[in-house]
C-alpha cells in the first residue's frame, strides 16, 4: 500500500461511523428491493395483463440473478476494487429503476428491469461489508458488522411498509421511483467518503470457478423456486436440482486444484466459517417462510391493505436491530455459540407461539411472536457474520461477504418454497367446498387468494353461500400456517443444537 492510500486509510478511520451508515444505507437499498415489489403485484397485475407466471418471474427475476452472481461480483470486487463496485452497482440499480417506471409497459420490460437490478445488487452487498470490515479494527469489528447486520435483517420487513405505503399512495411506478434518490444521495457520499481497497496482490481472476459458481447457483436456485409450482417429485425440479449439485462438486473440484481459487475450500474446515454460513441460512429459512404467510394472513384472512399489513411487521425490526447492534457485547461475555443458540431457542419459542394463533387472535400476540422472531434472528445474524468474515483473508473479504449473502439468498428461497409446500398441502386437504360450489372446487382448493375471490364474488351477487367458501378457506389457511410455524420451529430447534454443539465459543 502506498503512502496515499495510506492516508486515505488513515482518513476513513476517523469517519469510518459515518462509512458505516453508507455502507448501511447502500445496504438497505438491496435488501428492500428484494421484497418492495411483493405488495405491488396486484397494481402490475392489472395495468401490465400479467399472468400468475409473469407475476411470479418479476418477483424472482431479482433474487435469482442476485443469488447467483454474488460470489462473481464479490471476487470483481476484491480484484478491481470494493469502491467501484459499490458505485457501478448502485448506478446501474438507478438506471434500471428510473427507466422502468418511466417506460415499462408489459410484464417483460419488468421482469428484465429485475434481473438487471438483482445484478447491480449482486455488486453492492458484498461491497458493503468488505468495505465495513477493512475500515474497522478488530477490537469494533463485531460492533460494525452487528450494525451491518441489523440493516440487513431489519431491510425486509421495511421494504414491505414502503412498498405498501407506495402501492397506496401512488402506484407500482412508486416502488421503482423511490430507489433514484436515495441511491443518487448514497452515490455522492460514497464518492467522497469511502476509500477504495482491493487485493493488493493483483491475483488473476478464477474465470472457470466463477462460471461453475454461476451455474450452480442458478441451478440450485432455480429448482427451489420453481418446486411449488411443478412439484418437488418432478423431473424439472429433480434434474435442475440434480444438475446443480454436479456444478456444486466440479465447482469443489476446480477450486481445490486451481493456483488462484475465487473460494479458497480450506475455508470450510474453519468451524467458525461453517457454522456461521448455517446458523444464517437456517435462520433466514425461518425469517422468510414466515413473513411469506403473515403477508397473506394479515391481508386475505384479516382484511387488512398491503400497507396496514406492512404496519403490522414493525416488532420485528423492533426486535432485531438493538439485538444485533449490541450483540457483541454479550459474545464478549458468552461467547458465540451461547449467544447465537440462545438467539436461534427465541426463533423457535416465536415459532412454536404463533402455532397457538387463530382466526380472531388478537393482534398483540402476534406482535409478541414478531418481536421474539426479531431478537432471535438479531443474536443470531450479528455473531454469526462476524465469525465468517474474521475466518477470510482481507484479500478475500468481498468473496467472504458475498458467501455470507449467498447463504441468506439460498436460505430464504428454501424458507418460501419449503413454507409455502407445507401451508398449501394443508390448505388443500383441509378446505371443505360448500355444495353447491363444487364447479369452483378445483380453482378454490389449489389456491387460497382464489377461493377468498370467488366467496367475494358470490356474496356481491347476494349469494350467501359465499360467506361459507369465504371461512371455510380462513380456516384451511390457518390450519396451512400453524402447520409452516411448526416446520420453522423444527428447522430453528435443529439450528440452536448445531450451532451451540459445534460453532466456536471463543469469545471476541
Not at 435483517?153 to 436515495?182: C, D, K, Q, R, T
Not at 435442475?240 to 473460494?263: C, D, H, N, S
Not at 396496514?308 to 425490526?317: G, M, S, Y
Request: aromatic letters at 8%; a negative charge.
Amino acid at each position: 500500500m502506498n503512502s496515499k492510500e495510506e492516508n486515505s486509510f488513515d482518513e476513513a478511520y476517523e469517519r469510518r461511523w459515518i462509512i458505516l451508515a453508507v455502507m448501511s444505507l447502500s445496504l438497505i437499498i438491496v435488501v428492500l428491493n428484494n421484497v418492495t415489489l411483493n405488495v405491488a403485484l396486484p397494481e402490475l397485475s392489472k395495468d401490465l395483463k400479467a399472468d400468475n407466471t409473469d407475476l411470479q418471474w418479476m418477483v424472482d427475476a431479482y433474487a435469482l440473478v442476485f443469488g447467483a452472481t454474488l460470489l462473481v461480483m464479490g471476487a470483481l470486487g476484491d480484484r478491481f476494487g470494493r469502491k467501484p463496485a459499490l458505485q457501478l452497482g448502485l448506478t446501474i440499480v438507478a438506471i434500471v429503476s428510473g427507466s422502468t417506471a418511466m417506460y415499462a409497459t408489459t410484464s417483460e420490460h419488468v421482469i428484465m428491469a429485475r434481473a438487471l437490478m438483482g445484478l447491480g445488487a449482486a455488486l453492492v452487498m458484498p461491497a458493503t461489508l468488505s468495505v465495513v470490515v477493512v475500515v474497522f479494527p478488530v477490537e469494533e469489528r463485531g460492533k460494525a458488522v452487528g450494525i451491518w447486520a441489523a440493516m440487513a435483517g431489519a431491510g425486509a420487513p421495511i421494504g414491505l411498509l414502503v412498498g405498501g405505503w407506495s402501492v397506496e399512495n401512488y402506484g407500482w411506478e412508486m416502488v421503482f421511483w423511490l430507489n433514484v434518490p436515495v441511491i443518487i444521495v448514497t452515490l455522492i457520499l460514497g464518492l467522497f467518503l469511502v476509500p477504495n481497497s482491493k487485493d493488493e496482490q493483483q491475483r488473476p481472476i478464477d474465470l472457470v470457478g466463477s462460471l461453475l459458481s454461476m451455474a450452480a447457483l442458478i441451478s440450485i436456485l432455480y429448482a427451489i423456486i420453481e418446486a411449488p409450482n411443478v412439484g418437488w417429485t418432478s423431473l424439472e425440479t429433480l434434474g435442475i436440482g440434480a444438475l446443480g449439485l454436479l456444478f456444486v462438486f466440479v465447482f469443489i473440484q476446480w477450486e481445490r486444484k486451481t493456483e488462484y481459487p475465487m473460494l479458497p475450500m480450506n475455508l470450510f474446515s474453519k468451524m467458525g466459517f461453517t457454522m456461521g454460513l448455517i446458523a444464517i441460512s437456517l435462520a433466514f429459512f425461518v425469517m422468510f417462510s414466515f413473513m411469506f404467510t403473515q403477508m397473506l394472513h394479515f391481508q386475505l384472512v384479516r382484511g387488512h391493505t398491503a400497507l396496514e399489513a406492512a404496519i403490522r411487521f414493525i416488532p420485528l425490526p423492533l426486535g432485531l436491530m438493538p439485538a444485533a447492534a449490541n450483540s457483541d457485547k454479550l459474545v464478549a461475555k458468552f461467547g458465540n455459540n451461547n449467544v447465537v443458540a440462545t438467539g436461534l431457542t427465541l426463533v423457535c419459542a416465536g415459532m412454536l407461539l404463533f402455532t397457538t394463533v387463530e382466526v380472531n387472535t388478537e393482534y398483540w400476540r402476534i406482535a409478541i411472536t414478531f418481536f421474539l422472531l426479531g431478537v432471535g434472528m438479531g443474536l443470531t445474524m450479528a455473531p454469526s457474520t462476524t465469525l465468517i468474515m474474521e475466518s477470510i483473508p482481507e484479500n478475500k473479504a468481498g468473496v467472504g461477504s458475498a458467501t455470507n449473502d449467498a447463504s441468506r439468498e439460498i436460505g430464504g428461497a428454501l424458507g418460501i418454497a419449503i413454507g409455502g409446500s407445507v401451508l398449501n398441502e394443508v390448505y388443500q386437504n383441509n378446505l371443505v367446498i360448500p355444495e353447491g360450489l363444487e364447479n369452483y372446487s378445483e380453482m378454490a382448493t389449489q389456491s387460497f387468494p382464489a377461493a377468498m375471490r370467488i366467496g367475494g364474488d358470490l356474496l356481491s351477487e347476494g349469494n350467501m353461500i359465499g360467506a361459507e367458501l369465504i371461512e371455510s378457506a380462513r380456516l384451511a389457511f390457518m390450519e396451512g400456517m400453524v402447520a409452516s410455524a411448526m416446520v420453522s420451529a423444527v428447522v430453528a430447534l435443529f439450528n440452536a443444537i448445531i450451532i451451540k454443539k459445534y460453532m466456536p465459543g471463543k469469545k471476541i
